[in-house]
């Protein structure tokens, strides 16, 4: 932790990321009452999605105090914020009561709730070993491709019938486009660029 984490006017930034996510987290729940997304055709809240998740990596890359900001967040901590994904037990239940087709609630629900066990397993586990850091680049690199298939999944399923992916253009699935995924997925990138950023200090037989 560096010097300039102590100073008030960096206090100050840091807390105005926070309001800007609690804003934001406000106009998503916003959203999803009103059924906005229920009212634009597909693909429109991919395009949505895609957007906020290039804002994400965008704000990261080039804003000095978002950047400080999620450097300063623990791996670990980047990693749980995915346990987030045990919503697939919700997309089972879902799709138990014929309110999400099974082509999806099953293989994106299955894999989020794989996602999230095995991210409570890989927090327990250094990444500052050799293969402590294989571990979590493979863990990242199924998260990342797991949360990828959901959201094509999703897109083709809407195309081909958009009635039956209605529920995720409600309240509470509706957050998922608009708020969850995004971070999810530009989470996973800054776990690379975090990986990558210090291979050297994955060659340690054991954790610092």
């Known amino acids: 932790m560096s010097d300039e984490d102590f100073q008030p006017a960096a206090k100050g ?3 105005g990321i ?14 999803g009452a009103t059924q906005l997304l229920a009212r634009i055709p597909v693909p429109a809240p991919q395009v949505v999605l ?15 105090t978002v950047h400080s900001w999620v450097q300063r967040l623990p791996l670990r901590a980047l990693v749980l914020f995915h346990v987030t ?10 799709c138990s009561r014929g309110e999400l087709p099974a082509a999806f609630a099953v293989p994106g629900g299955c894999g989020d709730i794989a996602v999230a066990v095995s991210a409570l397993v890989l927090a327990g586990i250094s990444s500052d070993t050799r293969a402590g850091h294989r571990v979590y680049l493979a863990w990242n690199i ?16 809407g195309f081909a019938d958009p009635h039956s992916m209605a529920v995720l253009t409600r309240l509470p699935l509706s957050l998922l486009p608009t708020f ?7 989470g996973h990138i800054v776990v690379f660029a975090r990986l990558r950023a210090a291979p050297d200090a994955a060659v340690t037989p054991t954790s610092r």
Do not use: E, H, Q
Not at 50 to 64: E, F, M, N
Not at 85 to 94: D, Q, T
Not at 142 to 157: K, P
């Open 180 to 186: 969850l995924v995004p971070l999810i997925i530009a």
């Open 85 to 94: 994904r045990l919503v697939g037990f919700y997309f089972l239940y879902l």
């Open 18 to 31: 926070l309001w800007v996510g609690v804003a934001w987290f406000a106009l998503a729940l916003a959203v």
């Open 50 to 64: 895609a957007g906020l998740t290039v804002a994400l990596l965008a704000a990261y890359a080039k804003s000095t």
């Open 13 to 15: 930034r840091y807390r």
């Open 142 to 157: 199924f998260g990342l491709m797991d949360i990828l298939f959901v959201v094509v999944n999703a897109a083709r399923l």
